[in-house]
């Protein structure tokens, strides 16, 4: 199946500080990326839509100046804490569609520890 | 995307068979249905998805009612490494994936 790569697996970061989490698609190309926040025992939450080219389309409560999404290319989708505070410190993953876009595969996920 | 309805745990024991039942009422024509499951920190890993009819591959089988308001994912023989958290999720097309509180399996040896 389709391979999602994400990077790093975990960060610690100290407060006001930015962090910067790569999503990429290594066996196919991905005009779409969603981003993901997950706290403790809680689901997935949706946070943006990256697509490649074009602004990301962010859903209702996220703050786009602080969650900073470029996709760059086909294959590349960054996602940017910035002003890091403990409150962001969260399970941030990504998903892709694949050549069959009726199946979504996910990243491993990013777990961010603000101190 | 509609919403699901899914028990919040469930026990299986090893070698059994796991069956997880989920309610979509609201389902509408051109959704599908998806199951997910995702392992202690980790990233959600696709099952199986279906329409209407009942599907099968090497990890599992989705059982579709024929009114398509609910569904059963069944894995037929379940190991200590099926304990998860199983998401069921209906979407149309290629739209985002949209998740619930899931069931949380736990195989018991």
């Known amino acids: 199946g389709a391979v999602v790569s994400q990077h790093p697996s975990r960060v610690i970061c100290k407060s006001g500080t930015s962090v910067k989490i790569e999503c990429r698609s290594l066996?196919?190309?991905?005009?779409?990326m969603f981003w993901y926040r997950q706290f403790p025992k809680q689901s997935l939450m949706l946070m943006a839509t990256?697509?490649?080219?074009?602004?990301?389309?962010?859903e209702q409560g996220v703050e786009k100046d602080k969650f900073l999404i470029n996709h760059a290319s086909l294959t590349l989708s960054t996602l940017t804490v910035t002003s890091a505070h403990p409150e962001d410190s969260s399970f941030y993953i990504c998903?892709?569609?694949?050549?069959?876009?009726?199946?979504?595969?996910f990243g491993s996920g990013t777990q961010l520890s603000v101190l | 995307d509609a919403k699901t309805t899914q028990p919040p745990s469930m026990d299986c024991a090893e070698g059994r068979a796991a069956n997880l039942p989920c309610n979509h009422s609201?389902?509408?024509?051109?959704?599908?249905v998806y199951w997910y499951r995702q392992i202690h920190s980790q990233g959600p890993q696709y099952i199986i998805h279906?329409?209407?009819n009942n599907e099968t591959n090497e990890m599992a089988s989705l059982i579709i009612t024929e009114d398509r308001k609910s569904s059963t994912l069944i894995l037929p023989h379940a190991t200590l490494r099926d304990t998860a958290v199983y998401y069921c999720?209906?979407?149309?097309?290629?739209?985002?994936?949209?998740f619930g509180t899931g069931t949380r399996l736990t195989i018991i040896p």
């Open positions: 998903s892709a569609p694949g050549q069959n876009p009726e199946k979504l595969f």
């Open positions: 066996d196919f190309q991905a005009t779409t």
């Open positions: 990256s697509n490649e080219g074009s602004k990301a389309t962010y």
């Open positions: 609201t389902i509408s024509g051109n959704e599908y």
């Open positions: 279906g329409l209407k």
């Open positions: 999720i209906v979407r149309s097309g290629n739209e985002k994936l949209t």
